[in-house]
Structures are given as C-alpha cells and as structure tokens.
C-alpha cells in the first residue's frame, strides 16, 4: 500500500487545516483575519531572524578585527540585517494599508467561555 508516498503526505497536511477550520470560517472576512492573524505571527518571526543576523554580524565584526575574511563577513552580515530591516518595514506598510486600512481586516482577539460561563478576550 503506497499511500504515504512523497506527493500524497504533503497535501493531506496542507489540507487538514482547511477541513478543521470549516466550521469556524462563516465568510471571507473571517478567513481574511485568520490570514491576517497568521501573517502577523510570521512577521515577528522575521523580525527576530533580521535581528538575529544583524547582531550576529555585529560580534563578527568587532571580534574578529584582526581577521579581514571574517572581518568582512561581519560587514556582509550587518548590511543584509539593515536591508531586511528595510524590506520588512515596507512589508508591514503594505500589509497595514491593503488589509488593515483598505479592507477593514484587524487582527480579532481570541475569546474562551470558562466553565462558570464567563468570557474571557486576549
């Protein structure tokens, strides 16, 4: 039985979220915070990678004076943490003007039911 093939595998993980979330999603404006709420946790991940080259750069640079291949690859490091800096600046504008500001999408906070009935909002 080849069921667990290569080809198969990835595309029942990829579509099992959709079948799970069938019941929570009632239009697109809720599918559209789902994806917002998605893309906001990917861009903190980002930015702690951008932060993490940049200051990686910076200890290869100052420790490593003596050596100039390393020297330089602490100055490599350093501009490509500036420029993703930059670029995900310019995304997070983007993302802010078409979802938050042209459609109206937000990030929605989570609320659970306790057992006492009350509502609780993160």
Known sequence: M???NPFVTPLLIAVY???GLAQTVN???DAGNLIYN???KLGYLFWILALLVLFWGLVKFINNAADTKEHELGKYLIVWGLISFLVLVSLWAI???LLADTLGISATPVC???SDGNQICS
């Open 27 to 29: 239009n697109i404006f």
């Open 38 to 40: 998605i893309l906001e």
């Open 2 to 4: 080849k069921f667990f």
């Open 17 to 19: 979220p959709v079948v």
């Open 95 to 97: 993302v802010q003007f």
């Open 112 to 114: 659970y039911i306790t």
